[in-house]
């Protein structure tokens, strides 16, 4: 009798949290095509009038730049940064789990020590740093920062996920006369896709979100990505559009959600092996 009863039971119990979870979601997609009066005194997911002024108001901002700048500021900002992540972890990684040098245990310590040092702690040094290279008000402190691997979070993931690549398959690629690199690019590239897809998914998230370096680093409103636009966007002398904020942050959602979904396969797959071996 209990094992009859525990799956429907547990399917009820995931279905309401599932729903609990998803509510806020599908309000905020139902109180962008509601009137602006309408949004907090309305709490149903079926607005009572239609209209699409979220939307065509909303793309326009402020009228000196509209989402369309703030969107390619965005892609302009994130996609490099991702590329340079990719590139640069996936190099170091791949020395740590193939090759023995002096000090490799130093040196990943180390690496991992990072994983520990808050963000908070460094933002005033690095920010001294990035002033010195005029670096400052440009996607420089986002972008060049990862062409030097310093993402710690990535590396460990990637070296986990080597480590569970069998060596037989580099020696018998050396006996064929691969190097390093076209062991690199023709075995261990094409068997790690999905780790690579994992880091590239949490990249962009974390990257397309991101408030508080692009707040520190960019003062342009020119330059403002999608998360300094919508903050822009609550101005406080005068009445707020909600409407036009809330169409923005799910037109905002649409690009991450698309690429997990896309690669969500590669992304479960990468997270579930990249710890199968210490």
């Known amino acids: 009798m209990k094992r009859n009863y525990s799956k429907p039971v547990s399917y009820v119990f995931l279905i309401l ?3 609990f979870m998803v509510y806020p979601l599908l309000w905020l997609l139902a109180a962008s095509f509601k009137q602006n009066q309408d949004i907090f005194l309305d709490l149903s997911l079926v607005p009572k009038s239609w209209t ?15 989402y369309t700048r703030f969107f390619m500021n965005t892609f302009l900002m994130v996609i490099p940064t991702v590329l340079f992540t990719i590139v640069s972890s996936f190099l ?25 040092l808050p963000n908070n702690l460094i933002v005033i040094s690095r920010y001294l740093l990035f002033r010195d290279f ?7 402190p986002i972008i060049i920062p990862a062409l030097f691997a310093t993402y710690s979070f990535f590396i460990f993931m990637i070296v986990q996920f080597l480590r569970g690549i069998p060596r037989e398959l ?37 990257r397309w979100n991101d408030f508080q370096n692009v707040l520190i680093y960019i003062d342009s409103v020119s330059k403002y990505p999608l998360a300094l636009a919508l903050r822009m966007s609550l101005d406080i002398t005068e ?17 991450p959600t698309l ?20």
């Open 134 to 140: 005029n670096w400052l008000n440009s996607y420089k």
């Open 239 to 255: 009445s707020v559009n909600w409407n036009g904020i809330l169409a923005m942050s799910v037109l905002s959602l649409v690009p």
């Open 92 to 116: 170091v990684a791949y020395g740590f789990a193939r090759f023995k040098f002096f000090g490799k245990k130093v040196f990943f310590s180390l690496m991992l020590s990072t994983l520990m």
């Open 259 to 278: 690429i997990f979904f896309f690669a969500q396969r590669y992304f479960v797959e990468g997270v579930a092996t990249s710890g199968l071996k210490g």
């Open 17 to 19: 949290l599932a729903a």
């Open 170 to 206: 580099d020696e018998a690629a050396t006996i064929d006369g691969c190097g390093s690199f076209a062991i690199l690019w023709r075995i261990i590239l094409p068997l790690s896709k999905s780790v690579v897809f994992s880091a590239m998914i949490f990249q962009f998230v974390w």
């Open 52 to 66: 699409l002024d979220g939307y065509k108001n909303g793309w326009n901002s402020n009228g000196q730049y509209s």
